[in-house]
């Protein structure tokens, strides 16, 4: 019995050692690898590549920390480039079509990833840190798995907004005191489907319709600086701010704060390692990093960690996590409602006022004085100014459905790179 023990110990063993073999000229076995033989394979693989080069749409100061403690544990530099996210899917794919092998390790959202996914570009992991995973943030393909989920808050400027006037229901922001007040980001399509999943479309187009016409919207491109111009003043009362920014802007003596009205949309932050990565070792070291160590790290920043074991004031909070594939492949639809709903409505009453205002001033100047002949612009009624800021669709490539070759942007006439739908993590 007790060589048949050792036999089967001797088996087992030479088939570990088969597997750290293979697994050290094979990127994909070490991501099958399991327990101590995934660590040693993935630590000592990553010491003799020295470096992995990170394509990121997190803020680059966010993640610094991440890099820094990742960088000092196991000896290995962190090379990074940062932009918008469908800037970060256009960069990929089209250097991975033109046989580039740049990027190692992805940190984008789940959309973006999604798209990257379709396009055969990640490889299939799987890490230890999966089962500490909140439930609905690890796809089932395990190409890309959730390292933050960025709640969408309603983020107010303390000075201009009392406490208790703030709005109780998004059916409140239709209120007249909220007139002149209010903003949006201008590419939160995704935020809006997964918003009308709960309020029922037909409902929740007729209340934001209801909202737009009534009071007006400011409608600015970017998430940090829609929460700057809330801290600033200039917009009261932000309705699609991710929850880690009002955090880091009060804690720097800026006039914000925030709620959270339901239903609670939520963004999925992802991370992921390049099928054809140049630094493999080192990008699944730092994969595991992110989705373990780093929760903590993150958590400092104010991000809402993907594990369940680091506490967050969200983990109890019912949230409506937007689909990655949905918003892929209701992308026009969304798209289109969001924009004829919000955005050109809120561009549509900028005109009317500033036509209109301009029109009473120049009879007003005209009763005062007849014999003035000529015509100059006044400043706008405080409604247009809000919404005359509202930033035009931006010049970057649309991504069509993420299933085929990309599109040039109506846009303009950019060069045709790709971009994914959904919610960027954009400055």
Same mark, same amino acid.
């Not at 029109?359 to 706008?380: E, I, K, N």
């Given at each position: 019995?007790?060589?048949?023990?050792?036999?089967?110990?001797?088996?087992?063993?030479?088939?570990?050692?088969?597997?750290?073999?293979?697994?050290?000229?094979?990127?994909?076995?070490?991501?099958?690898?399991?327990?101590?033989?995934?660590?040693?394979?993935?630590?000592?693989?990553?010491?003799?590549?020295?470096?992995?080069?990170?394509?990121?749409?997190?803020?680059?100061?966010?993640?610094?920390?991440?890099?820094?403690?990742?960088?000092?544990?196991?000896?290995?530099?962190?090379?990074?480039?940062?932009?918008?996210?469908?800037?970060?899917?256009?960069?990929?794919?089209?250097?991975?079509?033109?046989?580039?092998?740049?990027?190692?390790?992805?940190?984008?959202?789940?959309?973006?990833?999604?798209?990257?996914?379709?396009?055969?570009?990640?490889?299939?992991?799987?890490?230890?840190?999966?089962?500490?995973?909140?439930?609905?943030?690890?796809?089932?393909?395990?190409?890309?798995?959730?390292?933050?989920?960025?709640?969408?808050?309603?983020?107010?400027?303390?000075?201009?907004?009392?406490?208790?006037?703030?709005?109780?229901?998004?059916?409140?922001?239709?209120?007249?005191?909220?007139?002149?007040?209010?903003?949006?980001?201008?590419?939160?399509?995704?935020?809006?489907?997964?918003?009308?999943?709960?309020?029922?479309?037909?409902?929740?187009?007729?209340?934001?319709?209801?909202?737009?016409?009534?009071?007006?919207?400011?409608?600015?491109?970017?998430?940090?600086?829609?929460?700057?111009?809330?801290?600033?003043?200039?917009?009261?009362?932000?309705?699609?701010?991710?929850?880690?920014?009002?955090?880091?802007?009060?804690?720097?003596?800026?006039?914000?704060?925030?709620?959270?009205?339901?239903?609670?949309?939520?963004?999925?932050?992802?991370?992921?390692?390049?099928?054809?990565?140049?630094?493999?070792?080192?990008?699944?070291?730092?994969?595991?990093?992110?989705?373990?160590?780093?929760?903590?790290?993150?958590?400092?920043?104010?991000?809402?960690?993907?594990?369940?074991?680091?506490?967050?004031?969200?983990?109890?909070?019912?949230?409506?996590?937007?689909?990655?594939?949905?918003?892929?492949?209701?992308?026009?639809?969304?798209?289109?409602?969001?924009?004829?709903?919000?955005?050109?409505?809120?561009?549509?009453? #900028? *005109?009317? %006022?500033?036509?209109?205002?301009?029109?009473? @001033? &120049? !009879?007003?100047?005209?009763?005062?004085? =007849?014999?003035? +002949?000529?015509?100059?612009?006044?400043?706008?009624?405080?409604?247009?100014? #809000? *919404?005359? %800021?509202?930033?035009?669709?931006?010049?970057? @490539? &649309? !991504?069509?459905?993420?299933?085929?070759? =990309?599109?040039? +942007?109506?846009?303009?006439?950019?060069?045709?790179?790709?971009?994914?739908?959904?919610?960027?993590?954009?400055?």
């Amino acid at each position: 019995m007790k060589l048949v023990g050792l036999g089967r110990a001797v088996v087992c063993a030479l088939a570990a050692s088969a597997a750290l073999a293979a697994a050290q000229v094979d990127p994909a076995a070490v991501a099958r690898l399991e327990g101590e033989a995934r660590t040693k394979a993935l630590v000592e693989g990553a010491k003799r590549e020295g470096e992995v080069m990170v394509y990121h749409s997190s803020q680059t100061e966010d993640l610094k920390p991440v890099f820094d403690a990742f960088s000092r544990k196991y000896g290995v530099k962190v090379r990074d480039w940062r932009s918008s996210s469908e800037n970060v899917v256009a960069r990929i794919i089209n250097e991975t079509r033109a046989g580039k092998r740049e990027v190692d390790l992805i940190e984008n959202n789940s959309p973006e990833m999604e798209a990257l996914s379709r396009e055969k570009m990640l490889l299939r992991m799987e890490s230890p840190h999966f089962a500490s995973l909140r439930p609905g943030t690890l796809p089932a393909h395990h190409e890309y798995a959730t390292s933050t989920i960025d709640v969408f808050v309603q983020a107010y400027n303390t000075q201009k907004v009392k406490r208790e006037e703030l709005p109780k229901s998004f059916e409140d922001l239709a209120d007249p005191r909220w007139k002149g007040r209010l903003g949006i980001e201008a590419e939160d399509q995704a935020w809006f489907g997964t918003l009308l999943h709960d309020l029922g479309e037909a409902k929740g187009t007729r209340l934001f319709s209801d909202i737009v016409a009534k009071n007006g919207i400011s409608v600015r491109k970017g998430h940090t600086l829609l929460a700057q111009l809330v801290a600033s003043g200039e917009i009261a009362l932000a309705l699609t701010v991710y929850n880690y920014k009002p955090p880091q802007i009060k804690a720097k003596g800026g006039d914000i704060d925030w709620i959270v009205l339901a239903p609670t949309v939520a963004q999925l932050h992802a991370v992921a390692v390049h099928a054809k990565a140049s630094h493999p070792f080192a990008a699944m070291l730092l994969y595991d990093f992110f989705l373990g160590e780093g929760q903590a790290i993150l958590a400092e920043r104010n991000f809402v960690p993907a594990s369940s074991k680091v506490p967050s004031p969200y983990a109890s909070m019912p949230l409506k996590f937007i689909d990655a594939a949905e918003s892929i492949d209701r992308q026009d639809q969304w798209t289109k409602l969001y924009e004829d709903t919000i955005v050109k409505r809120s561009r549509r009453d #900028s *005109t009317r %006022a500033r036509a209109t205002t301009s029109t009473r @001033s &120049r !009879w007003t100047r005209a009763a005062s004085s =007849p014999s003035t +002949s000529g015509s100059s612009r006044t400043s706008s009624s405080p409604l247009s100014a #809000s *919404t005359s %800021a509202a930033q035009p669709r931006t010049s970057c @490539s &649309r !991504w069509s459905g993420c299933r085929g070759r =990309p599109r040039r +942007s109506r846009a303009s006439s950019s060069s045709p790179s790709a971009r994914c739908c959904g919610n960027r993590r954009s400055c």
